[in-house]
C-alpha cells in the first residue's frame, strides 16, 4: 500500500513538473505560433492525468490510514480481549464469594467490637495500681494506636478499635 502511494505521488510529481513546463511553453512569448500550439495541446491531458492522481492519491491515503487503524486494532486485540476475560473471571469470583465473605466479615467485626466492649469494661474496672490495659483492636492489627481525622468519626469509630 505504502509503495503504492509513493509511486503514485511520484507520479503526480513528474505530470505536476511536465503541465508546469507545458503552460509555460504555451505561455512564452517567444514561442513560435506552432510550438504554443503543441505546448497548449499537452497542457489538457496532463491537467486530467493530474487530477486523477490527486485523486488517487488522496483514496490511497485514506485507505492507508484505515489500513493502518485496523492494524493497530487487531495488533491491540489480544491484550483487551485478555483483559475483558480477566475482568470476567474476577466479577464472576467476587459475585460467587462476596456473600460469603461479607458475611464471615461481619461476624468478625460484630465479633470484635464484643471483644472491643468488654476491653474498655476491664481496663476501666482494673484495680487501683493495675499496670496493663487490654490493648485496642487497631493497636493489635496496625502496631500502633488508633488516629482519626475528624471529631466527627472519633465519636462513631472510637467504640470500634480503642
Request: net charge neutral.
Amino acid at each position: 500500500m505504502r509503495s503504492c502511494l509513493a509511486h503514485v505521488q511520484a507520479d503526480l510529481a513528474r505530470m505536476t513538473r511536465e503541465r508546469t513546463k507545458a503552460g509555460a511553453a504555451a505561455m512564452d512569448p517567444l514561442a513560435t505560433e506552432d510550438e504554443a500550439t503543441e505546448a497548449k495541446r499537452q497542457v489538457e491531458p496532463l491537467r486530467s492525468d493530474d487530477e486523477r492522481l490527486n485523486t488517487s492519491t488522496s483514496r490511497l491515503e485514506a485507505r492507508l490510514k484505515e489500513v493502518l487503524v485496523e492494524e493497530e486494532h487487531e495488533a491491540f486485540r489480544p491484550e483487551f480481549e485478555a483483559t475483558e476475560r480477566e475482568m470476567a473471571a474476577a466479577v464472576q469470583a467476587f459475585r460467587e464469594n462476596y456473600p460469603r465473605l461479607a458475611g464471615e466479615i461481619a461476624s468478625m467485626l460484630s465479633r470484635l467490637q464484643a471483644a472491643t466492649l468488654e476491653a474498655k469494661r476491664v481496663n476501666i474496672t482494673a484495680p487501683a495500681g493495675w499496670r496493663r490495659t487490654v490493648k485496642g483492636a487497631e493497636t493489635q492489627l496496625r502496631g500502633r494506636a488508633a488516629s482519626y481525622g475528624s471529631t466527627r468519626r472519633q465519636g462513631t469509630m472510637a467504640a470500634w478499635w480503642t
